[in-house]
């Protein structure tokens, strides 16, 4: 069955701290890889998508991520976190049935002065 | 200028009355989503359109009722609502259902009483 496994539910880092948020994914085929971020009171934003090719995909507001298939990881990193990026952050997974998407459990993010 | 766009924000009414959430997407995109949010904050499917056709019912109970009159529109109808049914519904678009981002509304939070 195709599933997104995010282990952490909360994490706290401190401003200008570097970050890395894991996410696990369950697909036979190659995937579709997403990263979202939701503010409170916010819809989803897209950070960055992987479909194929380079495996560290670049995203917006200064988020990387890197695709490994032996490990069926695409965790999301930053260089150094800002107060702004205090929100919840979704891995999503194409499904190959209608395109749905198939999200992780998300992960709360929480910078500290 | 926005995008997906969901009106209400937020709904309030009592167990067992009618209501919709209505959505609708100016970026010409064919491929219409919604999406269920919990209390939990874990995003599940319940149906997707494309092209005015549904293509994806996620096993929700009758009483959810999507309706597309057109690509640009999906609209949300829930008969009888019950205490579970509260939560934050997120409708979404895209172009096609392969490999193109979900583009996401700010979410309907749906409070039953």
């Known amino acids: 069955a195709q599933s997104v496994t995010q282990p952490d539910i909360h994490i706290t880092v401190s401003e200008g701290a570097s970050l890395e948020l894991r996410c696990n994914y369950s697909?036979?085929?190659?995937?579709?890889l997403f990263w979202y971020v939701q503010s409170p009171g916010q819809g989803l934003q897209l950070l960055l998508k992987?479909?194929?090719?380079?495996?560290l995909v670049q995203g917006i507001k200064g988020f990387e991520a890197e695709f490994k298939r032996s490990q069926s990881s695409f965790n999301l990193r930053k260089p150094s976190v800002h107060w702004s990026d205090a929100a919840e952050y979704f891995c999503?997974?194409?499904?190959?049935?209608?395109?749905?998407?198939?999200f992780g459990q998300g992960t709360e993010l929480s910078v500290k002065p | 200028d926005t995008a997906v766009s969901q009106t209400p924000k937020y709904l309030v009414t009592q167990m067992g009355n009618d209501k919709s959430i209505k959505c609708e997407q100016n970026l010409g995109h064919d491929t219409m989503y919604w999406y269920k949010q919990d209390s939990k904050k874990f995003l599940k499917i319940m149906f997707s359109?494309?092209?005015?056709?549904?293509?994806i019912n996620e096993t929700v109970p009758n009483r959810f009722s999507p309706k597309s009159p057109d690509k640009a529109h999906l609209n949300l109808h829930i008969n009888s609502l019950e205490l579970g049914d509260s939560a934050v519904y997120f409708c979404?678009?895209?172009?096609?259902?392969?490999?193109?981002?979900?583009?996401f509304g700010d979410g309907t939070r749906l409070s039953i009483l």
């Open positions: 992987y479909f194929s090719g380079d495996t």
């Open positions: 979404a678009s895209s172009l096609g259902y392969s490999n193109q981002p979900q583009h």
């Open positions: 697909y036979g085929a190659t995937p579709y």
């Open positions: 999503a997974v194409r499904s190959n049935q209608g395109g749905k998407l198939i």
């Open positions: 359109y494309n092209n005015k056709e549904l293509i």
